[in-house]
């Protein structure tokens, strides 16, 4: 403790113990998040949020729990071509406002296109797909687009994430089958920890960090086996739920700045190779990312400068950031041949690139 305040000075001490235990919460998505039994935690249904991530940058929800500005209907519109966004809190749009999530951009590339965001921060690739299957599976759609990070491949090893417990999934007896539910509500160990994680807020706790495990994570960077093979049968699936509902399954594998600065990692690459010897679409941007030049770093990726409140929304997509990984994805998208198709049956409304 005396060396933080002698790093740091007491008075930005203070501060923080403020934040980590008074009133404000230091988990952002505390702010528009419940208990759910089946799934952890889902957004609160018509949640609103003014200047969330900062001036303008808000969170809205709609009553079903989908992250977005208006209701998404059962049914598509005429005319429309519906995509489901699923995934992790790159998807939710951590750090940006509803209007600039990369899901939303799609929108904006093509008006032809409902876009639906099921992304939700902290979710793991389990999570991922139990609430895809529960309420986005029930929703008539042409296209999902299940979007994941390395990490939410670790989250899977784990029955709970920063102080909240999580469902987990295994294979027994050949099928899959979901654990630890229903889901334990947080007790008062868990609001600890979630508490004390304000901490990682200074910079000597975050150098600290950075050092002390900068070699283990570099060693321990893979993914153990059973949480690959848990993986492909995720997606396996999502293929039969799609092929179901006459959608068309995408896995898309976003870099985050690891792999913009050092490429693909090899358990990722495996799982490529299975996932499309299944037959399953799998798009992937890192070569992509990589292929911007070092300046544009800082305009791809939030640092913690960019919100202060809300320093773990670093290294999620800027507003630039989104509009890049929209780009790619429409346009990697729009050439399978199925998608193709479907959007040539389509009048164009405008905003089509």
């Not at 980590?20 to 919460?25: K, S, V």
């Not at 709609?62 to 809190?89: H, N, T, W, Y």
């Not at 999502?238 to 959608?247: I, Y």
């Not at 630039?320 to 998208?333: H, I």
Request: charged share 25%.
């Amino acid at each position: 403790m005396v060396f933080l305040f002698l790093i740091e000075g007491f008075s930005s001490f203070v501060l923080l113990a403020n934040r980590a235990f008074g009133r404000q919460a230091p988990l952002a998505r505390q702010r528009y998040t419940k208990y759910d039994p089946q799934l952890g935690w889902v957004s609160v249904p018509n949640a609103y949020v003014a200047d969330m991530y900062g001036r303008g940058a808000y969170v809205r929800i709609d009553s079903q729990g989908f992250r977005g500005d208006r209701e998404v209907l059962p049914l598509v519109a005429p005319g429309k071509m519906r995509v489901i966004c699923s995934g992790d809190s790159f998807t939710f749009g951590y750090g940006v406002s509803n209007d600039r999530t990369w899901c939303h951009d799609l929108t904006v590339i093509d008006q032809r296109l409902d876009a639906v965001n099921m992304g939700q921060g902290g979710y793991g690739l389990d999570q991922a797909y139990l609430w895809y299957a529960r309420d986005g599976a029930r929703l008539h759609h042409d296209i999902q687009i299940f979007a994941f990070i390395g990490s939410d491949l670790r989250r899977m090893a784990s029955n709970r994430f920063e102080g909240y417990f999580k469902p987990t999934l295994a294979i027994q007896e050949g099928h899959l089958v979901t654990r630890n539910v229903p889901v334990p509500r947080i007790g008062s160990w868990g609001r600890w920890i979630q508490r004390l994680m304000a901490f990682r807020d200074l910079q000597s706790v975050a150098l600290l960090r950075r050092v002390l495990f900068r070699n283990a994570l570099q060693e321990n960077g893979s993914i153990s086996p059973d949480v690959l093979e848990v993986a492909e049968r995720v997606f396996d699936q999502l293929a039969e739920l799609n092929r179901q509902k006459g959608s068309q399954l995408i896995v898309a594998f976003l870099p985050t700045e690891g792999e913009y600065r050092n490429g693909m990692p090899n358990y990722i690459a495996k799982l490529k190779r299975d996932v499309l010897a299944k037959g399953i679409t799998w798009i992937d941007l890192v070569d992509d990312f990589r292929e911007m030049p070092a300046a544009e770093e800082q305009r791809l990726f939030l640092t913690e400068a960019d919100i202060p409140q809300y320093k773990s929304a670093a290294g999620h997509y800027t507003n630039k950031g989104n509009e890049l990984v929209a780009g790619l994805l429409y346009r990697r998208v729009t050439e399978i041949p199925g998608v193709a198709a479907k959007l040539r049956k389509l009048p164009k409304l405008g905003g089509v690139t």
